[in-house]
């Protein structure tokens, strides 16, 4: 089946624009997480769904950023008035429902965001 | 703090050589490691984990990786490395009762033909 999928692939913006990234989950995967990966660097988490509900977001930079999942499927990052330093390659990975961790997420694309 | 690293920024070898990737972590209580590579402008694709049992795990692609927990080491290691091997790796780990994974800064293996 189709794995992971985001859009856009790529999204430049002017800083103090805001932005939305869209992740479309495998099917049937009931956990959704989102992680930010800066240029040579490995990625980092930034929040985590468990269907609707967001269970995690501690990773989150700032109150600029927001994620939802409304109908426990897709889900949108939402970065508010960006800066400079938001410039990275956000990674969406989904996996099944996973109540002792040992599962392994599957990773899209990503969406390299660039703000000038 | 509890973490993975990743000692080398690059790594090279020629083709056909045995391959090793190193992988540290400092975890308390029993580790859930992970291993992923990532081709240029895609997603991390998973090869490897371990949770308990066997200290050797095989994985994706011919690779394989050995738990050792006295050294707290998860090398990454291919008996005969491919130019296509050529990647960006990233060692993993699961933290308490955290679902996210926490990534080391990858390892970027270059295979000469």
């Known amino acids: 089946g189709a794995g992971v999928s985001q859009s856009p692939r790529y999204k430049v913006a002017k800083r103090g624009q805001d932005v939305a990234l869209r992740c479309d989950p495998i099917?049937?995967?009931?956990?959704l997480f989102w992680y930010q990966q800066a240029l040579g660097q490995g990625p980092e988490f930034l929040t985590y769904?468990?269907?609707?509900?967001?269970?995690?977001k501690s990773g989150l930079p700032s109150d600029r950023f927001f994620a939802e999942r409304p109908e426990g499927s897709v889900s949108t990052l939402k970065i508010q008035r960006t800066q400079q330093e938001d410039s990275a390659v956000y990674l969406c990975?989904?996996?099944?429902?996973?109540?002792?961790?040992?599962?392994?997420?599957?990773f899209g694309p990503g969406t390299r965001l660039t703000v000038l | 703090a509890q973490s993975v690293a990743q000692p080398e920024d690059q790594v090279n070898v020629a083709e056909g050589n045995p391959l090793t990737v190193k992988c540290t972590y400092s975890?308390?209580?029993?580790?859930?490691l992970f291993w992923y590579v990532q081709y240029p402008n895609r997603g991390l694709q998973f090869l490897l984990k371990?949770?308990?049992?066997?200290?050797l795990v095989k994985g994706s692609y011919g690779f394989e990786a050995e738990f050792n927990k006295s050294q707290t080491s998860f090398h990454l290691k291919k008996p005969s490395a491919l130019v296509s091997d050529s990647a960006l790796y990233f060692c993993?780990?699961?933290?308490?009762?955290?679902?996210?994974?926490?990534f080391g800064s990858g390892t970027q293996l270059t295979v000469l033909p």
């Open positions: 769904f468990q269907n609707e509900a967001q269970l995690d």
């Open positions: 975890v308390s209580g029993n580790p859930y």
């Open positions: 099917s049937g995967h009931v956990s």
């Open positions: 993993a780990v699961r933290i308490g009762s955290a679902r996210q994974l926490t």
């Open positions: 371990y949770i308990t049992g066997d200290n």
């Open positions: 990975a989904s996996s099944v429902r996973d109540k002792s961790g040992y599962n392994e997420q599957f």
